[in-house]
Protein backbone atom coordinates (compact mmCIF):
# COMPACT_ATOMS: atom_id res chain seq x y z
CA UNK A 1 0.00 0.00 0.00
CA UNK A 2 2.92 2.44 0.07
CA UNK A 3 3.42 4.68 -2.91
CA UNK A 4 5.83 3.57 -5.14
CA UNK A 5 8.76 6.40 -6.32
CA UNK A 6 10.58 6.02 -9.33
CA UNK A 7 13.50 6.04 -9.65
CA UNK A 8 15.24 4.67 -6.62
CA UNK A 9 18.68 6.32 -7.57
CA UNK A 10 19.80 9.30 -9.47
CA UNK A 11 23.17 10.11 -9.68
CA UNK A 12 23.45 13.95 -11.45
CA UNK A 13 26.10 16.71 -12.25
CA UNK A 14 25.70 19.97 -10.38
CA UNK A 15 22.93 21.96 -13.31
CA UNK A 16 21.46 19.04 -14.55
CA UNK A 17 17.85 18.48 -14.07
CA UNK A 18 16.26 15.54 -11.90
CA UNK A 19 12.30 13.88 -12.09
CA UNK A 20 11.06 11.70 -9.23
CA UNK A 21 8.06 10.21 -9.60
CA UNK A 22 5.01 9.35 -6.67
CA UNK A 23 2.61 7.00 -7.61
CA UNK A 24 -0.63 5.69 -5.39
CA UNK A 25 -3.07 3.14 -5.71
CA UNK A 26 -5.39 4.60 -3.65
CA UNK A 27 -7.20 7.80 -4.54
CA UNK A 28 -5.50 10.73 -2.78
CA UNK A 29 -5.85 14.19 -0.91
CA UNK A 30 -2.64 15.28 -0.77
CA UNK A 31 0.80 14.95 -1.18
CA UNK A 32 4.09 15.67 0.71
CA UNK A 33 7.58 15.63 -0.40
CA UNK A 34 10.22 15.39 2.36
CA UNK A 35 14.14 15.53 1.90
CA UNK A 36 16.34 13.99 4.42
CA UNK A 37 20.03 15.02 3.86
CA UNK A 38 22.58 12.17 5.30
CA UNK A 39 22.10 11.75 9.03
CA UNK A 40 19.43 14.60 9.83
CA UNK A 41 16.21 13.74 10.24
CA UNK A 42 13.60 14.74 6.84
CA UNK A 43 12.50 18.03 6.03
CA UNK A 44 9.38 19.15 4.59
CA UNK A 45 9.82 20.68 1.18
CA UNK A 46 5.78 21.21 0.06
CA UNK A 47 2.44 19.93 0.05
CA UNK A 48 0.42 19.73 -3.10
CA UNK A 49 -3.60 18.81 -2.46
CA UNK A 50 -6.77 17.64 -4.66
CA UNK A 51 -7.02 19.87 -7.63
CA UNK A 52 -4.31 19.08 -9.84
CA UNK A 53 -2.15 21.79 -8.32
CA UNK A 54 1.70 22.24 -9.53
CA UNK A 55 3.90 24.44 -6.60
CA UNK A 56 7.52 26.10 -6.98
CA UNK A 57 10.04 26.38 -4.46
CA UNK A 58 13.14 28.29 -5.14
CA UNK A 59 14.26 25.71 -8.58
CA UNK A 60 12.15 22.93 -6.92
CA UNK A 61 8.71 22.38 -8.02
CA UNK A 62 5.85 19.94 -7.79
CA UNK A 63 2.77 18.79 -9.74
CA UNK A 64 -0.23 16.54 -8.80
CA UNK A 65 -2.42 14.66 -10.72
CA UNK A 66 -5.47 13.26 -8.89
CA UNK A 67 -6.50 11.84 -11.38
CA UNK A 68 -3.43 9.36 -11.80
CA UNK A 69 -2.87 9.52 -8.55
CA UNK A 70 0.88 10.90 -8.70
CA UNK A 71 2.67 13.34 -8.52
CA UNK A 72 6.00 14.41 -9.54
CA UNK A 73 9.30 16.29 -7.80
CA UNK A 74 11.10 18.75 -10.48
CA UNK A 75 14.47 19.97 -9.63
CA UNK A 76 16.46 21.74 -12.23
CA UNK A 77 19.54 23.14 -12.59
CA UNK A 78 20.84 20.68 -9.57
CA UNK A 79 23.15 22.32 -6.53
CA UNK A 80 25.24 19.74 -4.11
CA UNK A 81 22.99 21.00 -1.34
CA UNK A 82 19.82 18.98 -3.36
CA UNK A 83 21.80 15.43 -2.27
CA UNK A 84 19.65 13.70 0.07
CA UNK A 85 16.62 10.89 -0.30
CA UNK A 86 13.56 12.35 -1.41
CA UNK A 87 9.95 10.74 0.23
CA UNK A 88 6.56 11.77 -1.14
CA UNK A 89 4.44 11.24 1.91
CA UNK A 90 0.84 10.47 0.50
CA UNK A 91 -2.49 11.21 2.28
CA UNK A 92 -5.20 9.58 1.00
CA UNK A 93 -8.75 11.11 0.02
CA UNK A 94 -10.95 8.47 2.37
CA UNK A 95 -9.89 8.81 6.37
CA UNK A 96 -8.98 12.47 8.08
CA UNK A 97 -6.74 11.51 10.36
CA UNK A 98 -3.76 13.45 8.65
CA UNK A 99 -1.80 10.30 8.49
CA UNK A 100 0.34 10.00 5.66
CA UNK A 101 1.81 6.82 4.18
CA UNK A 102 5.29 7.41 2.60
CA UNK A 103 6.90 6.26 -0.26
CA UNK A 104 10.34 4.09 -0.10
CA UNK A 105 12.19 6.94 -1.04
CA UNK A 106 14.67 8.34 -3.78
CA UNK A 107 18.25 8.56 -3.44
CA UNK A 108 19.12 11.75 -5.22
CA UNK A 109 23.47 12.55 -5.54
CA UNK A 110 24.97 15.57 -7.03
CA UNK A 111 28.00 15.66 -8.20
CA UNK A 112 30.44 18.54 -8.83
CA UNK B 1 12.43 27.45 16.26
CA UNK B 2 10.27 24.59 16.37
CA UNK B 3 11.84 21.58 17.92
CA UNK B 4 11.09 17.24 18.39
CA UNK B 5 13.92 16.06 20.41
CA UNK B 6 14.72 12.48 20.91
CA UNK B 7 16.06 11.02 23.99
CA UNK B 8 19.38 9.49 22.39
CA UNK B 9 20.70 9.49 18.93
CA UNK B 10 22.23 6.02 19.25
CA UNK B 11 21.25 2.95 21.75
CA UNK B 12 22.35 -0.45 21.85
CA UNK B 13 20.56 -2.77 23.70
CA UNK B 14 20.55 -7.09 24.54
CA UNK B 15 17.77 -9.04 23.08
CA UNK B 16 14.88 -9.63 25.33
CA UNK B 17 15.62 -5.91 27.39
CA UNK B 18 12.24 -3.43 27.55
CA UNK B 19 14.08 -0.31 25.96
CA UNK B 20 11.93 2.94 25.97
CA UNK B 21 12.50 5.73 22.83
CA UNK B 22 11.24 9.19 24.11
CA UNK B 23 10.26 11.74 21.81
CA UNK B 24 9.23 15.62 23.00
CA UNK B 25 7.97 18.36 20.97
CA UNK B 26 7.43 22.15 21.85
CA UNK B 27 4.97 22.91 19.08
CA UNK B 28 2.06 21.88 21.15
CA UNK B 29 0.65 19.40 18.13
CA UNK B 30 -2.02 17.13 18.71
CA UNK B 31 -0.67 14.20 16.40
CA UNK B 32 2.21 12.84 17.01
CA UNK B 33 4.31 9.61 15.06
CA UNK B 34 6.48 7.03 15.62
CA UNK B 35 8.38 5.83 12.38
CA UNK B 36 11.08 3.23 11.50
CA UNK B 37 13.54 3.58 8.74
CA UNK B 38 15.23 1.04 6.71
CA UNK B 39 17.07 0.71 3.81
CA UNK B 40 14.45 0.39 0.57
CA UNK B 41 11.59 0.26 2.47
CA UNK B 42 11.26 4.34 3.35
CA UNK B 43 9.32 5.85 6.57
CA UNK B 44 6.72 2.39 7.81
CA UNK B 45 4.33 3.98 10.37
CA UNK B 46 4.68 1.90 13.73
CA UNK B 47 2.08 3.94 15.82
CA UNK B 48 0.03 7.17 16.01
CA UNK B 49 -1.19 9.05 18.56
CA UNK B 50 -3.74 12.45 17.87
CA UNK B 51 -4.16 13.01 21.48
CA UNK B 52 -3.01 12.26 24.89
CA UNK B 53 -3.95 8.52 25.73
CA UNK B 54 -5.13 8.06 22.11
CA UNK B 55 -3.32 6.19 19.87
CA UNK B 56 -3.90 4.12 16.85
CA UNK B 57 -1.87 1.41 15.38
CA UNK B 58 -0.06 2.26 12.05
CA UNK B 59 1.21 -0.38 9.88
CA UNK B 60 4.10 -2.32 11.48
CA UNK B 61 2.60 -2.16 15.02
CA UNK B 62 3.84 -6.10 16.48
CA UNK B 63 6.45 -6.02 19.02
CA UNK B 64 6.06 -2.02 19.92
CA UNK B 65 3.99 0.12 22.25
CA UNK B 66 3.18 3.01 23.13
CA UNK B 67 2.06 5.98 25.51
CA UNK B 68 1.35 9.31 25.72
CA UNK B 69 0.51 10.51 29.17
CA UNK B 70 0.85 14.43 28.39
CA UNK B 71 0.49 16.22 24.99
CA UNK B 72 3.91 17.01 23.98
CA UNK B 73 5.47 13.45 24.73
CA UNK B 74 5.34 10.50 23.20
CA UNK B 75 6.74 7.24 23.88
CA UNK B 76 7.69 3.90 21.97
CA UNK B 77 8.36 0.80 23.88
CA UNK B 78 9.98 -2.64 22.66
CA UNK B 79 8.95 -4.83 25.24
CA UNK B 80 11.10 -7.31 24.99
CA UNK B 81 13.96 -5.87 22.09
CA UNK B 82 14.82 -8.41 19.20
CA UNK B 83 17.77 -8.55 16.62
CA UNK B 84 14.99 -7.51 13.72
CA UNK B 85 14.30 -4.55 15.53
CA UNK B 86 17.42 -2.98 15.04
CA UNK B 87 16.46 0.19 12.95
CA UNK B 88 16.01 3.79 12.67
CA UNK B 89 13.33 5.24 14.66
CA UNK B 90 12.13 8.10 14.45
CA UNK B 91 9.12 10.31 15.60
CA UNK B 92 7.41 13.17 14.36
CA UNK B 93 4.67 15.97 15.04
CA UNK B 94 1.47 17.46 13.17
CA UNK B 95 -1.22 19.90 13.53
CA UNK B 96 -4.50 18.23 13.92
CA UNK B 97 -7.63 19.40 11.88
CA UNK B 98 -10.55 17.90 10.57
CA UNK B 99 -11.52 20.65 8.01
CA UNK B 100 -9.97 19.97 5.01
CA UNK B 101 -7.84 21.82 3.37
CA UNK B 102 -5.02 21.70 6.05
CA UNK B 103 -1.61 22.72 7.33
CA UNK B 104 -0.51 18.83 8.57
CA UNK B 105 3.54 19.69 7.60
CA UNK B 106 5.32 16.71 9.75
CA UNK B 107 7.90 18.01 11.74
CA UNK B 108 10.61 14.80 12.53
CA UNK B 109 13.10 14.44 15.40
CA UNK B 110 16.70 13.63 14.32
CA UNK B 111 16.10 9.98 15.00
CA UNK B 112 17.56 7.01 17.33
CA UNK B 113 19.52 4.21 16.08
CA UNK B 114 18.36 1.45 17.81
CA UNK B 115 20.93 -1.44 17.75
CA UNK B 116 19.95 -5.02 19.56
CA UNK B 117 22.34 -7.66 20.01
Known amino acids: QQPVQSPQAVILREGEDAVINCSSSKALYSVHWYRQKHGEAPVFLMI?????EQKGHDKISASFNEKKQQSSLYLTASQLSYSGTYFC?????????????FGQGTTLQVKP | DVKVTQSSRYLVKRTGEKVFLECVQD?????MFWYRQDPGLGLRLIYFSYDVKMKEKGDIPEGYSVSREKKERFSLILESASTNQTSMYLC????????????????FGPGTRLTVL
Open chain 2, 27 to 31: MDHEN
Open chain 1, 48 to 52: LLKGG
Open chain 1, 89 to 101: GTEPLSGNTGKLI
Open chain 2, 92 to 107: ASSLFSLVRPRNNEQF
